[in-house]
């Protein structure tokens, strides 16, 4: 059974989820411009490299960094331009001090589940910042599910066409408050014959004010922490619009600077 149908298979993640516009990534330089962050950037989490693409061809050295092999080998035949590495989210050294910004896009952070992997996440970013160096993250937002469950109450299903084939995914979310977490149930079928596949992944639901703090204690200073505009807002980011001042809908957006390179 393949582990993960999208991230082992990089086109049939581009056809999932088709971003022709690039609009993570133009919100990503938005942000990069806006609060001045230097050319030098990784895109941590970079998947099929779009978006680290895209930051290149905006005249940023651009690094992408991923675990996924296949994702990494996608990256650098079709979006050519950064540097691919693989690197891990909950544990990186790629040198010290040799980035202006980490962005960090699409939840990406939040498959860092434990206290501990989240402080080997922003330990490593914070080494691999310049000082005054930005991190650019975009993810859901865990003070959504309080008291809402319309995204817990009936799955997702979702159908499109691959190289001839229709594929079908039925995706239900649940909560698990102990771990504070938001488990995926995917199961994919295809209409030539192949088995089901099921996957089983999850995102750490982290709420506003926790991660004010989880990052003032790794030496940051958050400048911007609101649910939207963004990339996966409705309606979604667009040029000229500045950041909300609300926490409240279903993703959370955050632009801190590095302050501190030693932990409080």
């Not at 298979?9 to 999932?16: H, K, Q």
């Not at 001045?36 to 490299?49: E, P």
């Not at 790629?94 to 989240?118: I, K, M, P, W």
């Not at 469950?149 to 229709?166: A, C, H, K, R, S």
Request: proline share 5%; net charge negative.
């Amino acid at each position: 059974m393949t582990d993960n149908l999208l991230t082992d298979n990089p086109t049939l993640y581009e056809a999932r989820f088709p971003d022709p516009g690039r609009l993570a990534g133009r919100w990503a330089e938005d942000c990069l411009r806006r609060h001045g962050a230097g050319k030098r950037v990784l895109d941590m989490g970079c998947g099929t490299g779009r978006d680290a693409a895209w930051l290149y061809g905006t005249g940023r050295a651009v690094t992408g960094a991923d675990l996924s092999e296949a994702m990494l080998a996608h990256a650098r035949e079709h979006h050519p331009g950064p540097e691919y590495v693989r690197a891990d989210l909950y544990g990186f050294d790629l040198g010290r001090g040799e980035f202006d910004a980490v962005v960090c896009l699409d939840s990406a952070l939040l498959y860092c589940h434990t206290n501990d992997q989240l402080d080997g996440f922003l330990s490593s970013c914070r080494r691999a910042l310049a000082p005054g160096g930005l991190l650019v993250a975009e993810m859901r937002n865990g003070a959504y599910f309080l008291g809402r469950t319309d995204l817990l109450d009936t799955p997702g299903i979702n159908e499109f066409t691959w190289q001839g084939t229709v594929h079908r995914s039925v995706t239900t979310l649940t909560v698990d408050r102990t771990d504070q977490l938001l488990r995926r149930r995917r199961v994919w079928t295809a209409d030539d014959g192949s088995a089901p596949v099921e996957q089983r992944s999850a995102w750490r639901l982290l709420f506003p004010q926790e991660l004010r703090h989880l990052l003032a204690t790794h030496g940051y200073e958050v400048l911007e922490l609101h649910d939207g505009p963004g990339p996966r807002t409705e309606p979604p980011w667009q040029e000229g619009l500045l950041p909300g001042r609300t926490t409240d809908a279903d993703r959370l957006h955050v632009v801190a600077r590095l302050t501190s390179t030693t932990t409080h």
